[in-house]
């Protein structure tokens, strides 16, 4: 089974910083593609940051760029997002996403976590 399971969110104040970890289980973890997505009330789920099987490959929504900072231990099969400078309006709820393609049939295989929590607020 795969299992993905973030972890970090909670309440800062804006200017504040948190780091959200994502922990990967029944993965072969360096052939996924990590995103970390985020969705506030009222929006659609948007996509933040990527990084390939490889760290040092990644790509940022222009939202974030500059704050925020993926990056990952295929050792330990996690996925962590570096959050600096948070605003308010970085209040959301934090989904990890892990995807992948086979090759052979060019099937795209996908799995979310459950999300966590964060608020900036003071």
């Known amino acids: 089974q795969v299992q993905l399971v973030e972890s970090g969110g909670g309440l800062v104040q804006p200017g504040g910083s948190l780091r959200l970890s994502c922990a990967a289980s029944g993965v072969t973890f360096s052939n996924y593609d990590m995103s970390w997505y985020r969705q506030a009330p009222g929006m659609e789920r948007w996509l933040l940051a990527s990084?390939?099987?490889?760290?040092?490959?990644?790509n940022y929504d222009d939202s974030v760029k500059g704050r925020f900072t993926i990056s990952r231990d295929n050792a330990k099969n996690m996925v962590y997002l570096q959050m600096n400078n948070l605003k308010p309006e970085d209040t959301a709820v934090y989904y990890c996403?892990?995807?992948?393609?086979?090759?052979?049939?060019?099937?795209?295989?996908?799995?979310w976590g459950q999300g966590t929590q964060v608020i900036v607020s003071s």
């Open positions: 996403r892990a995807k992948t393609i086979d090759i052979e049939t060019m099937h795209e295989y996908e799995y």
């Open positions: 990084i390939i099987g490889a760290p040092g490959l990644t």
